[in-house]
């Protein structure tokens, strides 16, 4: 089967060290196995997006010279795929409707998860007179659910007790990340995910939708993750600053932290950035790539 990754940016910002990281890691992994790498907007959190965020990562990867195969893919176009995910999870008994807020849940919750309060279970068996759904949830059960990881190894968690029955549409009407993933990545046909270790912990219930749904399963690789002095996610709510590529060497330099970050062979001191990406992919090594987060400078 050929190789075909993808990057997944929301459009929340401009893109910063650790989705550059990502970005490249994917670009490098598609390229050096002779697959495809598909671009994916996420941009179903409306709240979330910002105006002009989509033509600036777009440009930025451009500039970068990652460039991408096939049309983007835009999430906020897919409803009706998502629509026809969550009826058929329903028609099949697995997907329920939820009328707790989020003070229920945690007010009702017998034990905490790797996300917070794990769901009760309150809706399982039907709304409560007099209640209205909010949202939908999936069902979970007692097994463990693993993969392996191809950085970070053996991953394995047990959703009933880790997550609980999670929401797949959203009280504010909004599909779930975790269906429009895997409705799109399905879509896409993607072989191979590669993407920051922030997403480790939602992968399991990634793979329970696969199963639910019938979808194929990529593999995974979770890279490490690029943190500031405080040790927190370089992320926009962190005020990471944004990749400026205001010099044509500006892209050089970025690419060169990025490499040496994951683990890479750099590559001569003066080479451009065509020869560097050649460079890299020619040498990409995954096992080179460190399974630890580490704090960057600025
Ligand atoms: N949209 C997600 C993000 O920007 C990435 C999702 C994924 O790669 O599965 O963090």
Redesign the pocket.
């Known amino acids: 089967m050929t190789y075909r990754g ?5 459009p ?1 910002g401009p893109l910063h060290f650790g ?1 550059l990281v ?1 970005a490249l890691a994917g670009w490098l992994d598609a390229r050096a196995c002779g697959g495809q790498w598909l671009l994916r907007i ?1 941009d179903l959190d409306t709240p979330r997006n910002r105006p002009g965020a989509v033509d600036a990562i777009c440009h930025t990867l451009e500039r970068l010279g990652l460039c991408w195969d096939e049309a983007v893919r835009v999430q906020s176009l897919q409803h009706e795929a998502y629509r026809a995910a969550l009826d058929a999870l329903v028609a099949a008994g697995q997907a329920y409707p939820c009328s707790c807020t989020r003070t229920e849940v945690a007010a009702a919750a017998l034990r905490t998860g790797i996300e917070g309060p794990v769901y009760p279970g309150t809706c399982r068996g039907g709304l409560a007179p007099g209640r209205s759904a909010r949202a939908w949830r999936v069902r979970v059960d007692d097994r463990a659910i693993g993969f392996d990881d191809r950085i970070r190894g053996r991953i394995t968690q047990h959703l009933e007790t880790d997550v609980g029955d999670f929401v797949v549409h959203r009280a504010d009407g909004i599909f779930a ?1 975790q269906l429009a ?1 895997v409705v799109d990545d399905a879509a896409q046909r993607v072989t191979d ?1 590669v ?2 270790a ?2 480790l912990d ?1 992968t399991p219930r990634q793979l329970w939708l696969q199963r639910l749904l019938g979808l194929p399963v990529p593999r995974h690789a979770h890279l490490p993750l690029a943190l500031n002095a405080q040790r927190q996610k370089l992320s926009k709510q962190t005020l990471a600053a944004a990749i400026d590529l205001q010099q044509d060497d500006d892209a050089v330099a970025w690419l060169r932290r990025a490499l040496a970050f994951l683990g890479q062979p750099l590559p001569p001191i003066d080479a451009g950035r065509d020869e560097l990406l050649a460079y890299a992919t020619h040498h990409w090594s995954i096992a080179r790539v460190p399974a630890r987060d580490s704090i960057v400078e600025g």
């Open positions: 993808r990057f997944a940016p929301s929340t989705s990502a996420e990340y993933v995910v993407r920051g922030d997403l939602s």
